[in-house]
């Protein structure tokens, strides 16, 4: 079974430019996370989608950073204009679906986009 | 808001020495703990969780973490780790109200040294 797919897995660019980045989740997989990991820090959850629907998305900086999964499967995390800030490693992961009060699905994690902006 | 602290940032060790990660997390009525381990150029892999029951959970590689909610702990330990254990070590903490959202602490890096 394959796992989550990231793309591309690096991406240097300038600052202010735009870049995207893409996740295929496991198949069958509702739920659908990105997380920002820093340079010698853990991952921090930017947003999570339940099918098409962003339930969560408390973490993302919605002046620059935009996001969609359109038809509830493949994902797309994009930012507009990139800064310096933001070079970081971007995750995805996907779950069967988001654990409810007592209960646990897995996250999976994918190999994730590692950018530096210049 | 839920906290993770991992109190070294760095463990270097001896291949067959044993090793303790330290893992700490901020109170809650009810939590769910987890270890993930990040090999080099890799994703995060689940190592080992505790949802209920036991306490003390293992691995199939030999790590075995305890819960301990009187100390708010979920330390890692390993009794003889191997060169391939050098990698990134993660303990993260989920509560089964905020759906699935896994929160973080900010790593140990393991170095296994021959």
């Known amino acids: 079974e394959a796992g989550v797919v990231q793309s591309p897995r690096y991406k240097i660019i300038e600052k202010k430019q735009p870049v995207a980045f893409w996740c295929n989740p496991i198949?069958?997989?509702?739920?659908l996370y990105w997380y920002l990991q820093n340079l010698g820090q853990g991952p921090e959850l930017l947003i999570r989608?339940?099918?098409?629907?962003?339930?969560?998305d408390s973490q993302l900086p919605k002046d620059r950073f935009s996001a969609e999964r359109l038809k509830g499967v493949d994902s797309t995390l994009k930012i507009q204009p990139a800064e310096l800030g933001d070079s970081a490693v971007y995750l995805c992961a996907s779950s069967l679906e988001s654990g409810r009060w007592g209960s646990y699905n897995e996250q999976f994690f994918g190999p994730g986009t590692r950018l530096t902006v210049l | 808001a839920q906290s993770v602290t991992q109190l070294d940032s760095q463990v270097p060790v001896f291949e067959e020495a044993p090793v303790e990660l330290r893992c700490n997390y901020s109170s809650s009525v009810s939590v769910y703990l987890f270890w993930y381990v990040q090999y080099p150029n890799q994703g995060l892999q689940l190592l080992l969780k505790y949802l209920s029951g036991s306490t003390l959970v293992e691995s199939i590689n030999g790590f075995e973490a305890e819960f301990n909610k009187s100390q708010t702990s979920f330390h890692l330990r390993k009794p003889s780790v191997h060169i391939s254990d050098t990698a990134e070590y993660f303990c993260?903490?989920?509560?089964?109200?905020?759906?699935?959202?896994?929160?973080f602490g900010q790593g140990t890096e393991l170095s296994v040294k021959p």
């Open positions: 198949s069958g997989h509702n739920t």
């Open positions: 993260a903490v989920s509560d089964g109200n905020q759906g699935g959202k896994l929160i």
């Open positions: 989608y339940e099918n098409e629907e962003a339930v969560d």
